[in-house]
């Protein structure tokens, strides 16, 4: 998964430098921050994240609750 990180130039309370972190639809060529988890492999640290858009095209019977999670 693509992680954009942006660093904002202001100082954190403990004195290191504020960072912003999202990470992008794992759709191809989506621009969009993803918002969904669509499927992990907690032994390997491997997830494939989604955004609302590409979230509602993945069939929920794939999934073990019936849905997407939200990420955020």
């Known amino acids: 998964m693509p992680r954009v990180t942006i660093k904002t130039g202001f100082l954190t309370p403990d004195g ?3 960072e912003l972190t999202e990470y992008l639809c794992d759709a ?3 621009p969009n921050i993803a918002t969904h988890v669509a499927a992990c492999i907690k032994e390997l640290g491997v997830s ?4 609302e858009e590409h979230a509602r095209t ?3 019977s794939n999934f073990a609750k019936g849905s997407p999670r939200k990420t955020s």
Do not use: A, S
């Not at 494939?48 to 955004?51: D, F, I, K, Q, S």
């Open 58 to 60: 993945i069939p929920t």
């Open 48 to 51: 494939v994240v989604t955004c």
């Open 16 to 18: 290191g430098e504020e």
């Open 28 to 30: 191809p060529d989506c």
